[in-house]
């Protein structure tokens, strides 16, 4: 299901390359969203439209900053939802069906800090878990929100430039 999703949208994408900043950042931010980036292959397609975006020759920053924008966007609702709601979090689905996510990221969080937060951001479903235990740790949003920029930054770098300047680079 996740792999005819992922052809669905890639598909759309090659089709109306305009709309590729809006939809890179719609993915982005829900790829970083608490309980959405569960159900949302968003890497894989990520991954792929930025082999599209070198192809078509589209403009790399544009995109590259609704990525960032949309990943800083996700990861800052997610902290805010879990400082404005807390234990409720744990609650509502698909967490209440997944409490091993919430507990590793605890785990991730004590041991690395402020470092969790951005190294969340690369480890599959801590992605969505590690924004809500620091919003449910109290931390300080500061330090939340550089981490998270900081990630962000990289990360988008990191879906986006190998397909991008790799598929040029072939052409």
């Given at each position: 299901m996740m792999a005819e999703a992922s052809r669905v949208v890639l598909a759309w994408l090659?089709?109306?390359?305009?709309?590729?900043?809006?939809?890179?950042f719609a993915l982005a931010f829900g790829e970083s969203l608490?309980?959405?980036?569960?159900?949302?292959?968003?890497t894989f397609i990520l991954l792929g439209a930025?082999?599209?975006i070198?192809?078509?020759g589209l403009a790399f920053w544009p995109v590259w900053v609704a990525a960032v924008a949309g990943a800083v966007l996700g990861d800052a609702v997610s902290y805010w939802l879990a400082v404005y709601f807390q234990d409720?979090?744990?609650?509502a689905w698909p967490l209440s069906r997944h409490?091993?996510?919430?507990?590793?990221?605890?785990v991730f969080f004590r041991r690395w800090g402020v470092g969790s937060v951005f190294l969340g951001r690369f480890f599959g479903p801590l992605r969505s878990a590690v924004p809500l235990v620091?919003?449910?740790?109290?931390?300080?949003?500061?330090?939340?929100?550089?981490?998270?920029?900081?990630?962000?930054?990289?990360?988008?770098?990191?879906?986006?430039?190998?397909?991008?300047?790799?598929?040029?680079?072939?052409?």
């Open positions: 090659q089709q109306h390359e305009a709309w590729a900043p809006a939809v890179v608490a309980l959405i980036s569960l159900l949302l292959p968003a930025s082999g599209l070198g192809a078509a409720a979090v744990g609650r409490p091993d996510l919430l507990a590793r990221g605890h620091a919003g449910l740790c109290g931390m300080p949003q500061l330090p939340f929100q550089l981490a998270n920029l900081a990630s962000a930054l990289a990360w988008a770098t990191l879906m986006l430039a190998p397909g991008v300047f790799g598929v040029r680079w072939l052409l």
